[in-house]
């Protein structure tokens, strides 16, 4: 129930990219394997069945589109991301906003799906607003705070803490993550002592010198 919950975003680094998102992958695996926390990652689409297919931890797309099969070119469709391996996605990212009634649109297609659903937020007010749609996780990411290197455990407890109160009262199911510059086992345990479940994170990792040692050092103060 408690175990702490670790979502690395691979965005579209290089160093997540190809072949080095199976690295790194395999990283988190043995880091989930060593320690019991989960982790799942997030490859970018073209990554994804290669990444599935080697590594036995959640993986995770970074983005599905609000359509149906059928005449959608150049389109993510949820079925497609599911055969490649994908147990849930993150949906409107920052760097991949969505209008609300998309939003809504492809929580209900990845529960039809049995997927798991993570819609990022960058407020208290879009948490509350993404809660009323029943996903499995919202992650609450301040976009100034991204890529940053300061946490938003540290530079905006409160965006937090008010997004767990906020949850709360509009719907209990739903599970709070926070990111945005989150990279250290201190920022990890200020998320979970603020009341967020984890963290959903990328540069602190995937540009870390060696990311496995990163991982182990994020995960080893909870
Ligand atoms: O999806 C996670 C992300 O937006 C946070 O990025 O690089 O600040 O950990 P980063």
């Known amino acids: 129930e408690d175990t702490p919950i670790v979502i690395l975003n691979f965005k ?13 992958a395999s990283a988190c695996q043995k ?25 036995e931890i959640p993986v995770m797309a970074q ?31 920052s760097e991949r906003r969505m ?8 929580i ?16 208290v007010q879009t948490t509350a607003a993404a809660a009323a749609l029943e996903p499995d996780f919202v992650a609450v990411e301040p976009p100034e705070l991204i890529g940053s290197g300061i946490p938003v455990s540290k530079a905006e407890p409160e965006v937090v803490t008010g997004s767990v109160d906020a949850v709360k009262k509009i719907n209990p199911d739903v599970k709070v993550l926070c990111g945005a510059g989150i990279s250290t ?11 967020a479940e984890g963290v959903l994170l990328a540069s602190g990792i995937i540009l870390a010198d060696d990311p496995e040692r990163a991982l182990l050092d994020l995960v080893s103060k909870i």
């Not at 579209?12 to 790194?24: K, M, Q």
């Not at 983005?63 to 996605?89: K, Q």
């Not at 039809?112 to 937020?121: A, R, Y």
């Open 31 to 55: 880091v989930a394997d060593e320690t019991g926390v989960n982790i799942a990652v997030a490859p970018q689409h073209m990554d994804l069945s290669r990444v599935a297919g080697a590594v």
């Open 185 to 195: 086992g201190d920022d990890m345990k200020a998320a979970r002592d603020l009341g």
């Open 63 to 93: 983005h599905i589109d609000p359509i149906r099969a059928g005449g959608h070119t150049g389109s993510v469709l949820a079925e497609c991301a599911l055969e490649a391996g994908a147990r849930g996605t993150l949906i409107n990212h």
């Open 12 to 24: 579209t680094y290089l160093e997540s990219t190809g072949e080095r998102a199976v690295e790194l």
């Open 99 to 106: 209008l609300l009634a998309d939003v809504e649109a492809v």
């Open 108 to 123: 209900s297609r990845v529960r039809e799906l049995d997927m798991v659903s993570v819609v990022c937020t960058n407020n």
